[in-house]
């Protein structure tokens, strides 16, 4: 068993559409919970981080994690042509001294006018 | 402020050549990650460097290793680069050591083509 898995997509949604993406982990030592988004041809951009259990938002952006599930979310409000890329969970435990952000696979997201 | 700079973006080597890839961390960043990214597999982490000292290092063979200079800038050797080794190379850097208190910030990666 993988320790992130993550559906990969292809998601495509019209825009101003509410996006979910998700990632289940198998690491209960998991404490801090990413998401990344990535253009093409670009490296990844930290969106949203999350300490532990609970909600976090952001503008359009909604993160929450569930520990006891072992399941972790992204919703993005009202969607955006620009919001299309991967979307990239990635998490780590041991209060980072491992050093070694774990990702998903990513679910590549296409947001149509 | 500068974000993570990596050199050079794109190249082309011949299987069974070496390659050095370069990194210019955010100013102030002490920690240093590299991962790979290739197709299908996702991000998959390499090596990390502190303080000049490499602290942890994923599973890959002896022949991908690297270096952290004193100015905090890293080195990522690949030694008889196969077939498989095509993949964007992205480096990334951290406020504090193992960076759980605020993730990593990447650069925009290096490219990297063995034929």
């Known amino acids: 068993q993988k320790e992130v898995e993550q559906d990969p997509g292809p998601l495509s949604v019209p825009e101003g559409a509410i996006v979910s993406l998700n990632c289940t982990y198998s690491?209960?030592?998991?404490?801090?919970f990413m998401w990344y988004r990535q253009y093409s041809r670009k490296g990844p951009e930290l969106l949203m981080y999350?300490?532990?259990?609970g909600n976090k938002e952001d503008g359009r952006f909604t993160a929450q994690v569930d520990k006891s599930s072992k399941y972790i979310s992204l919703f993005i409000r009202d969607s955006q042509p620009s919001d299309s890329a991967t979307y990239l969970c990635?998490?780590?435990?041991?209060?980072?001294?491992?050093?070694?952000?774990?990702f998903g696979k990513g679910t590549k997201l296409s947001v149509k006018p | 402020e500068a974000g993570v700079t990596q050199s050079p973006t794109h190249l082309i080597k011949t299987r069974g050549q070496q390659v050095t890839l370069r990194c210019s961390p955010i100013s102030g960043h002490t920690s240093v990650y590299w991962y790979q990214q290739a197709l299908g597999l996702g991000l998959q982490f390499l090596l990390w460097?502190?303080?000049?000292?490499?602290?942890n290092r994923g599973n890959f063979p002896p022949r991908f290793s690297g270096r952290q200079f004193p100015n905090y800038s890293s080195e990522l050797n690949v030694n008889a680069l196969e077939l498989e080794d095509s993949a964007l190379y992205l480096c990334a850097s951290s406020l504090t050591p193992g960076g759980a208190d605020y993730g990593y910030t990447f650069g925009s990666g290096t490219r990297l083509t063995v034929v």
């Open positions: 690491n209960s030592a998991f404490q801090y």
């Open positions: 460097y502190d303080e000049g000292e490499e602290r």
């Open positions: 999350t300490y532990s259990s």
């Open positions: 990635a998490m780590m435990g041991y209060g980072g001294s491992q050093g070694n952000l774990i």
